[in-house]
């Protein structure tokens, strides 16, 4: 990853790809007329409409941030702009997209019980456990 | 000479084979799609570390998830075949290895 163009890049690719993948299954779906679809399911129904939601939310986001660059006034004599505001890209949707993203796997594969919480705590143990024993090894060397 | 289930009758036609088979052994169709998936992803990686050292694992799991996907589709067509929550489960793992694939990009590639 590295810089934010590419983080945002990338998250914005996540969104648009699996809006294309659920536009394309469900338009399957109808298309054939298949006995089961992917809009059955009350999750996927939910997580599409947040999903899109957060995509037309960048695209605004991004058009505000665009004419408030083009609108952007210097006065005489000033070095800086009046305000930082057309240098602040909004990602907040992006970050929503992250979210939307990892909770319909989350539900389709663990459920809605506490499995999943479970799983992220054991792997945030473990996590902590490697930085303890990596800062001990640090300081001391191998035992 | 008895058999562990009905043979399937395909007189109304082939796919009878399949969802009659699917009806006895119901991990026949998600058993299928994680062929799919480890043949194309094992296989891959596998051809590719031979052939250039490397492999480049996101990369194979989206194609594998792509894979999977549209015989899994394809199954959704007609009743019997696939359940929905299998369905919802391999377009998770599409989508879940499309974050894996942007994410593991560098920024002078895709």
Redesign the interface.
Known sequence: ???Q??LTM??V??AL??IA??GF?IG??TD???????T??P??NSFRTDITGNASGFATDSQGTYNSILDTTIEPGSDVAQSTGPFAVSISNLISV?KN??S??RK??FGDGGGFAIFFTTFAAVIVFLFALFLYKTLRGNP | MGYLYELPNATTGVDTILSQTTTSFPGFVPLILFFIFAVVFIGGITRQKIRTGTADYSAWAIIASMATLLPALLFSVSAGFIRLDWLVIVVSLTVLSAIWFFLDRRSSEV
């Open positions: 990853m590295g810089s163009i590419t990338s998250l690719f996540i790809f699996t993948i659920f299954a399957f779906a054939n007329d298949a006995a089961i679809s992917i059955q399911d999750d996927v992250g993203v990892i319909l796997p389709a594969i």
